[in-house]
């Protein structure tokens, strides 16, 4: 997940990011929330590289503790997803900056 790839234009990145905010609604399952980020990779590539590296680690960790109980973990499913939307603001910010 990585590059600066103009795949996805301010309008076209608008359907990604209803996905992605959609997706972090309660009662979703870990498996559709993680399935639906990771899908997400044209969204990814249009961002700064950084990006690319945040979001992964954000969601190796997700995968970790939805794997192991949610929040038997070290990292707590609910903080996780609070991250996940600040990245997915920030996002939104770069994007609709271009």
């Known amino acids: 997940m990585q590059g600066r ?3 996805v234009t301010d309008a076209g990145h608008r359907p990604a990011l209803t996905r992605l905010r959609a997706s972090l609604a ?3 399952t870990s498996d559709a929330l993680i399935a639906c980020w990771r899908a997400e990779s044209a ?3 249009a961002l700064p590289e950084r990006f690319g590296e ?3 680690s954000l969601l190796t960790r997700y995968e ?3 794997a192991f109980g949610e929040e038997s973990c ?3 499913v609910v903080d996780l997803r609070a991250q996940l ?3 997915l603001d920030k996002a939104d910010a770069r994007l609709s900056a271009r």
Request: glycine content about 4%; overall charge negative.
């Open 54 to 56: 945040v979001l992964e």
């Open 64 to 66: 970790s503790a939805a």
């Open 43 to 45: 969204l990814v590539a």
């Open 26 to 28: 309660p009662g979703q």
């Open 5 to 7: 790839a103009d795949t």
């Open 85 to 87: 939307q600040v990245w």
């Open 74 to 76: 070290s990292f707590s």
